[in-house]
């Protein structure tokens, strides 16, 4: 099983959509969780860290469901603005990697 | 304004030469790391650094090498021994190793 796993998509959706992604990660012991988003050819940026007790900011929803091993991240209202790559980016506290990044779901928001 | 810088943006290079990119960061962050992204695919750690003057190999380190003489600064070479250099080459930096990393402008290396 990999580390960090998200369906690549791409997730075609219209306008003020709801859509959620899923990611799930092989390390029980993982402590941090975190999205990110990267725009075509540009670099990853932090969307929202993911704790416990899930959170909020917006129109994003991060949720962390340490039993079955996955977080999600769900978008309200698409914007167009919103067409990215989403990477799923969690911390297992072992090996040589620090974080490990999920290889991203591609949204695609269409007018 | 805070943040991180990586220079040049673009970089061409003839086969064989090595090369090195550029990262500098001025959020008083300990740890800097360089990873490797090719097309369509995910992010690879080359090399981290949790503080001045010590390193460990990432997941890609053949061919590249790195030094932190300083905390700010975090350079990577590219030598010849790299099979394929040709890639987006990203720096970023966090407090420490659990915690969430921001990331420069990246570099896109172009070796032929």
């Known amino acids: 099983r990999k580390e960090v796993e998200q369906d690549p998509g791409p997730f075609n959706v219209p306008e003020g959509a709801t859509v959620a992604f899923n990611c799930t990660y092989s390390?029980?012991?993982?402590?941090?969780f975190f999205w990110y988003r990267q725009d075509c050819r540009k670099e990853p940026k932090l969307l929202m860290s993911?704790?416990?007790s899930g959170n909020e900011d917006g129109r994003f929803t991060a949720q962390l469901n340490r039993a079955s091993q996955y977080i999600s991240l769900l978008i309200r209202d698409s914007k167009l603005s919103d067409s990215a790559t989403y990477l799923c980016?969690?911390?297992?506290?072992?090996?040589?990697?620090?974080?490990?990044f999920g290889k991203g779901t591609r949204l695609s928001v269409i007018a | 304004d805070g943040g991180i810088t990586q220079s040049p943006k673009y970089l061409f290079r003839k086969e064989g030469q090595n090369v090195t990119l550029s990262c500098e960061q001025n959020?008083?962050?300990?740890?800097m790391y360089w990873y490797r992204q090719d097309p369509g695919q995910g992010l690879r750690l080359i090399y981290y650094s949790q503080i001045v003057n010590d390193f460990q190999k990432g997941d890609i380190a053949e061919g590249y090498s790195v030094s932190r003489e300083k905390k700010e600064s975090f350079p990577l070479t590219v030598t010849s021994a790299q099979k394929n250099p040709t890639a987006f080459y990203l720096c970023a930096s966090s407090i420490g190793r659990k915690y969430e990393q921001y990331f420069g402008p990246g570099t896109r290396l172009t070796v032929t």
């Open positions: 959020l008083n962050h300990d740890a």
């Open positions: 390390n029980s012991a993982s402590q941090s």
């Open positions: 980016v969690v911390n297992t506290n072992s090996g040589n990697t620090p974080l490990v």
């Open positions: 993911v704790y416990s």
